[in-house]
């Protein structure tokens, strides 16, 4: 390969300065727009009305072309400030709006005309939102689930998001052309036909953003009038670029560029859901590059853009969730059908990812026997700068899992992850990964408590048993098992019914257009149009649970004594310190590639996995099973007392998904992910999560890369699906988790 120009660019690094600059606040134009939208509306097919919306705000909206910006397009009225979605839900914000700008993580500012406009148009949303109809209809026993966090919906109060659609069609077609193949499917379809009103929604959104586009070019033109010399001749070209991006196909790098940030951006204002990804970058981009120091410049002013979307979270998800966290996977290198992809735009987007040190997009890397050193040294270079990327996937055991799942052979090449680990082939899945997180840690808690919660009294699961009762480990596992199952039986008949209450209320006419089968179907992705239909929901604390069940397993082993004497620690949360020490530090924990509690793991993991892929989803699919918590292990905190791990009541779970839990996988990375690999992830189709802290000084200079590539290549060698690295110490890591506002370059999955 060439070689790439190292350093940031004086545009990137001014541009950077202005970012970071940026105080996040909350923009009530969205709100107000659709609000105004919507009362118009009334009485039009949902998915008409979402098109309407769409328009209404395109055509309306503020929009800004900032100072020295090439790529232009803002989601708000400001960069970073967050739009308000007020169809998914209202409650929150509401309630929360006075506080905002002093929470404890995640802070937005919210002026007097911003709160005073939220509150004249949010009420009238209440008891239409998502969130409303979701809760009416819920039944009781998932309603009482949620409130012990024995598992939680994230796609409650959010749009559903997760996905990679096929930026690379409008690159090479336009607009206009999708919009001649909706004119010619419509006429196949009877009028008044929900396909039909499918494809008029179509082509409203369409020309909506063809609009929307040449609005900047209007505005570029006009601010070109106001300079000389070379900013002038760039607001000319931006003029020039956007008069015929999205609608037409792009021919140069910039207008490519250009394009791509217009459909991501439509995308993210249209669906209110996180990790909309982009995908293989490298590859539908590369025909439009040339490697010239001004394409360098380009890819740090895209980056930047990636960086000014924000959304915002209640309380409780901004302190699960901290750091303004949009998981805008952007994944680069991988195998195809001859042989390794890669290609210098591959080693750019890494090297400007290093050099910017922001926490978007979301960089990870598919890796591959054939992965060249060049591109092998620049992701080893980008995990020792620190800021927690890029996240490497394994190709050969995604190519396994996705073809466990249905999807082709020829097209598992083109896979790209959504969010933080959720594979997918690019262009051709809906999946709905956002279907929430179970706590593991509280199943096997009330396994013990014989389904009743410790905390409220309350009979939360079904009658198993009490821990003093069980007489062998395989009684015990019975137990949990049950609890598991009942759990998943109530949380995926909820996501099915939000899967439903999205699509009959909140589809999503644009992002449709750009995922194989919806347009042929005439179906919204929501409703089962794209190809491919997943649910996803994630496993979190399997580290507690199988170092638990080693606990138990080593009283029971001990006889009745021992079992009482657990039991009554559990009770008081571990009272008697010395016990509690003896359970930290002489039974074995998961992390040390210790094979008995390493084989609990694997039956705690299968005993989730089988529960889960046995059922289907609303739209035909499967649900997946993910192993990662983000940051849910902290959400989770106060809703599990005392384990046998000899975790204390209010202390966390495992992050991660594989990870050990903090501080107990004590012989080192290549222990740890010898144990991770004792998990069957080709049957994980909603991803893994693999967290590895390292010591800054252990991975310096050549050495330290040949470290991290020689974890990388063995971990995948025993089948692990993904790993990722934070470089940072100790200190650091608490500090970021305890104030992410103050660690915005660092990403800590």
């Known amino acids: 390969m060439d070689e790439i120009k190292e350093g940031i660019t004086p545009r990137g690094a001014f541009l950077r300065v202005q970012l970071l600059n940026c105080q996040p606040a909350i923009c009530s134009e969205r709100a107000v727009l659709v609000t105004e939208s919507y009362k118009q509306t009334t009485g039009e097919p949902e998915i008409i009305r979402r098109a309407r919306a ?222 909309i990804s982009p995908g293989r970058f490298d590859q539908y981009m590369y025909p439009y590059f040339e490697n010239t120091p001004r394409e360098k410049e380009l890819l740090e002013c895209l980056w930047i853009k990636f960086n000014e979307i924000n959304k915002v979270r209640d309380k409780a998800s901004s302190l699960a969730f901290g750091g303004y966290p949009m998981f805008q996977n952007l994944i680069v290198g991988g195998c195809g059908p001859h042989g390794d992809q890669s290609n210098l735009l591959s ?41 927690g990327m890029p996240a490497y996937f394994n190709d050969e055991v995604i190519f396994g899992v996705l073809k466990n799942l249905g999807c082709r052979e020829d097209e598992v090449y083109d896979y790209a992850e959504v969010g933080c680990v959720e594979p997918q082939v690019q262009g051709t899945t809906q999946g709905f990964y956002n279907g929430g997180f179970l706590n593991l840690a509280k199943c096997l808690e009330l396994a013990l408590t014989d389904g009743r919660d410790p905390v409220t009294g309350k009979q939360v699961g079904p009658r198993t048993g009490n821990l003093v009762d069980f007489a062998s480990l395989e009684q015990v596992l019975d137990a949990y098992r049950q609890q598991v199952e009942y759990f998943l039986s109530l949380q995926t008949a909820a996501d099915n019914l939000l899967e439903k209450i999205h699509g009959s209320f909140a589809p999503g006419p644009f992002v449709s257009l750009l995922v194989d089968d919806c347009i042929s179907k005439g179906r919204a992705v929501e409703n089962g149009g794209a190809r491919y239909n997943y649910t996803g929901i994630n496993a979190v604390g399997l580290a507690n649970v199988a170092d638990a069940l080693m606990v138990i397993k080593t009283a029971l082993e001990s006889g009745p004594t021992s079992l009482n004497r657990l039991a009554q620690a559990l009770a008081d949360n571990f009272r008697e310190e010395p016990f509690r020490q003896y359970v930290l530090n002489q039974v074995p924990k998961y992390g040390n590639d210790i094979d008995e509690v390493d084989a609990l793991a694997r039956i705690v993991g299968d005993i989730f996995v089988d529960s889960l892929v046995k059922r289907r989803n609303s739209r035909g699919g499967p649900f997946c099973a993910g192993f990662q918590s983000i940051s849910a292990h ?116």
């Open 54 to 275: 769409l328009e209404h705000l395109l055509k309306n909206m503020s929009i800004w072309i900032g100072e020295q910006e090439l790529i232009v397009g803002n989601q708000a009225a400001r960069a970073r400030s967050a739009p308000i979605f007020p169809e998914f839900s209202v409650d929150w914000i509401l309630d929360e709006l006075p506080t905002l700008s002093a929470r404890k993580a995640d802070r937005f500012a919210v002026s007097p005309e911003t709160r005073e406009a939220l509150e004249s148009v949010l009420p009238w949303w209440k008891g239409k939102t998502v969130k409303d109809r979701a809760l009416a209809a819920i039944d009781p026993r998932t309603k009482e689930a949620l409130d012990h966090l024995v598992f939680i919906l994230t796609g409650l109060s959010s749009g559903i998001g997760h996905i990679a659609v096929d930026y690379e069609r409008v690159l090479r077609r336009g607009l206009r052309d999708i919009m001649t193949e909706l004119k010619a499917r419509s006429e196949s379809f009877p009028v008044g036909s929900e396909e039909h009103d499918f494809c008029q929604a179509g082509l409203i959104v369409c020309q909506s953003v063809i609009a929307f586009a040449e609005r900047y070019s209007k505005l570029a033109l006009s601010l070109a009038q106001q300079h000389e010399g070379q900013r002038r001749q760039e607001l000319l070209e931006i003029a020039r670029i956007c008069s015929q991006v999205p609608a037409e196909p792009a021919v140069s790098f910039h207008e490519a560029l250009q394009s791509f940030w217009f459909i991501h951006l439509v995308i993210q204002l249209e669906s209110n859901g996180h990790s």
């Open 347 to 387: 080693l750019l987007c890494l090297n400007v990812t290093r050099e910017l040190r922001l926490p978007q997009p979301s960089m990870s890397v598919r890796i591959h026997d054939g992965s060249p050193q060049e591109f092998l040294t620049a992701a080893a270079r980008l995990v020792q700068a620190g800021i």
């Open 634 to 749: 902290a959400l989770f905190v106060g809703s599990v007392g005392a384990s046998p791990d000899g975790r204390r009541t209010q202390m966390l779970l495992a992050d991660g998904g594989l990870s050990a839990a903090q501080g107990r996988d004590r012989r080192g990375p290549t222990a740890l992910i010898k144990s991770a690999a004792s998990i069957d992830q080709l049957r994980c189709g909603g991803g893994t999560l693999l967290n590895v802290k390292l010591s800054p000084g252990a991975v310096v200079g050549a050495k330290g890369e040949d470290i991290i590539n020689d974890l990388v290549r063995t971990y995948f060698q025993l089948g692990g699906q993904h790993i990722q690295f934070n470089v940072v110490s100790s200190k650091t890591l608490r500090d970021a988790q305890e104030h992410p506002e103050k660690y915005g370059h660092l990403v800590v999955r």
